[in-house]
């Protein structure tokens, strides 16, 4: 009996511990705007946008004709879902991504170079649902 007595007050005190360590990182992270990021999708986007981001020709060509505006480059950076499957994460000097998110309600693929300092936003294709 000794043994669930001891058992009974671990867990009661790990319970407390948790409840305390989750309110205290939910509240640190709120006033902070630290992410933690655990997961490759987070952490490849949070590293994109570590850097800073320049646009190729066709990107540029986009954002002046106004079918795009880099806050939509932006948003996909920030809530796009990275496909390491059409990625190419080994080669060097630069990685290259593709990266998928809503514009506007359309589906748009980004593909991203990412760099030692750089972040360049090679292309972007729109497609139909």
């Not at 902070?32 to 490849?44: D, I, K, L, S």
């Not at 496909?83 to 593709?98: Q, V």
Request: overall charge negative; hydrophobic content about 35%.
């Amino acid at each position: 009996m000794a043994f669930l007595k001891r058992l009974g007050y671990y867990l009661v005190g790990l319970s407390l511990g948790l409840v305390f360590l989750a309110f205290f990182l939910k509240k640190k992270t709120s006033e902070t705007g630290t992410e933690f990021c655990y997961f490759p999708n987070c952490r490849v986007l949070q590293d994109l946008r570590s850097k800073p981001l320049t646009y190729s020709d066709d990107v540029e060509a986009l954002l002046s004709s106004n079918v795009l505006d880099s806050t939509d480059v932006q948003y996909i950076l920030k809530e796009g879902s990275v496909d390491f499957g059409k990625s190419n994460t080994k080669s060097t000097p630069c990685k290259d991504y593709l990266i998928d998110g809503i514009i506007d309600g359309k589906e748009a693929s980004l593909r991203i170079i990412n760099c030692e300092n750089k972040v360049i936003a090679e292309s972007i294709e729109f497609t139909a649902h």
